[in-house]
């Protein structure tokens, strides 16, 4: 989130957000030291100062009847907020999401030493998710991962009933073989000097014999 134009130079403060009527109201001020409240509501304590430390998303209240949620902020140092500082989260949506996500979630899960394996109920096409950041490395069916809200992703043809990405950190393969190469190398010095050596001693060996 970008910083909003307007920072929190003043001692108080309000930010506006349309939210439905009901719905819990959040707050998103990592750079906030001070409080924040709804109306009469309870005050909850920010304590960010930026780059150093960062304060925490924070549940500030409920939202009324109302069209838009009044939050009153309270600023003891200089800071910044978010643009989209405000959020509303309604629980019943919530659940629905989380009920759907259930339903097409997978059924059985794998976690080896170096990935995922995933079986899925049969379905539509979609986009199969992985809770990992979607780092270098990630590779999903063969190919590099996608990604979906900066998390490993790969897309499902209809129908598909499995899922398997590995992780392989970048430069691991050319590093095994310059390792490897570094390996045969120290191998063949003293195999090299014992040669020579050989020859020296066959050598000398022949001289003295004449």
Not at 180 to 208: H, I, Q, Y
Request: hydrophobic content about 40%; proline content about 7%; aromatic content about 4%.
């Amino acid at each position: 989130m970008g910083a909003d134009p307007s920072a929190l130079a003043r001692v108080r403060d309000t930010k506006r957000q349309p939210c439905p009527a009901g719905s819990e109201v959040f707050l998103w001020g990592p750079d906030l030291f001070g409080t924040a409240r709804i109306g009469s509501g309870a005050m909850v304590d920010f304590r960010g100062e930026l780059p150093s430390r960062r304060a925490a998303l924070a549940h500030v209240g409920r939202a009324d009847a109302s069209t838009a949620v009044t939050v009153s902020l309270h600023a003891t140092r200089r800071g910044t907020l978010p643009h989209d500082a405000v959020g509303c989260l309604d629980r019943d949506r919530l659940s629905a999401a989380i009920a759907g996500l259930k339903r097409t979630g997978a059924v059985s899960v794998d976690v080896t030493g170096n990935g995922v394996r995933a079986e899925l109920p049969e379905g539509p096409s979609g986009i199969a998710v992985l809770a990992a950041p979607r780092i270098a490395g990630w590779s999903c069916g063969g190919r590099p991962a996608d990604s979906y809200l900066g998390l490993v992703a790969t897309p499902l043809d209809a129908g598909r009933t499995s899922v398997e990405c590995t992780f392989r950190p970048p430069g691991l393969r050319a590093g095994t073989a310059v390792a490897m190469a570094g390996l045969l190398g120290l191998a063949a010095v003293p195999l090299g000097r014992a040669t020579r050596s050989g020859f020296r001693r066959r050598g000398d060996t022949k001289t003295s014999s004449s």
